[in-house]
């Protein structure tokens, strides 16, 4: 076996065992709460050890960032000052289409550490941003929290809106929160 293939088949391991933890993750998360897991559980769900799981991530926080960064990463996109709603609101329409798992958000400990994490992806391109303050984190705080709490009554349907309405109205608060 040559050292391509030996190193495609570790990749391929990497990924099943990355896809493995990510799963895991998620079901504990909508069935009990972010506190409530444990790294021993999720491993254990996962089927792999302790060891196992920190080779591939620091902690929850890492893991719950790895599981939510495709949706989060295109929600931030409200924070560039030439995003349109439009862009937006295909970030809004996949929390609409997951919904049903909003119930799970509606945790303390889970809708805190997803502000968390969102927080960090709005502050890493807030400070990419040739206008970016001193305040950078406090700002993405801020819009994470905000913006969750919006996105939460709206999924629960106390915000009547169409997903292109509320993309507007994360825009505009992301504008006036980023200045």
Do not use: C
């Not at 998360?29 to 409530?36: M, Q, S, T, V």
């Not at 400070?127 to 939460?152: E, F, K, P």
């Not at 507007?168 to 006036?176: C, F, T």
Request: proline residues 2%; aromatic residues 6%.
């Amino acid at each position: 076996m040559t050292n391509t293939e030996i190193g495609a088949r570790e990749d391929a391991r990497r990924r099943r065992t990355r896809t493995a933890l990510q799963k895991a993750f998620i079901q504990l998360f909508f069935e009990r709460g972010f506190d409530e897991i444990g790294i021993a559980d999720i491993a254990a769900r996962a089927g792999v050890g302790r060891s196992t799981l920190y080779e591939h991530y620091r902690g929850k926080d890492e893991l719950l960032l790895d599981t939510v960064r495709y949706p989060f990463e295109r929600l931030a996109a409200v924070v560039e000052p030439d995003v349109a709603a439009v862009d937006v609101a295909a970030a809004v329409g996949h929390f609409w289409d997951n919904r049903a798992n909003a119930h799970s958000l509606r945790r303390e400990s889970s809708r805190r550490a997803l502000a968390r994490v969102y927080g960090r992806i709005v502050a890493a391109r807030l400070s990419g941003r040739a206008d970016a303050g001193a305040a950078t984190a406090r700002t993405a705080a801020i819009i994470a929290h905000t913006h969750l709490g919006v996105l939460l009554g709206w999924l629960a349907g106390d915000i009547d809106a169409t997903p292109a309405q509320l993309a507007d109205v994360l825009v505009q608060m992301a504008r006036g929160a980023a200045g």
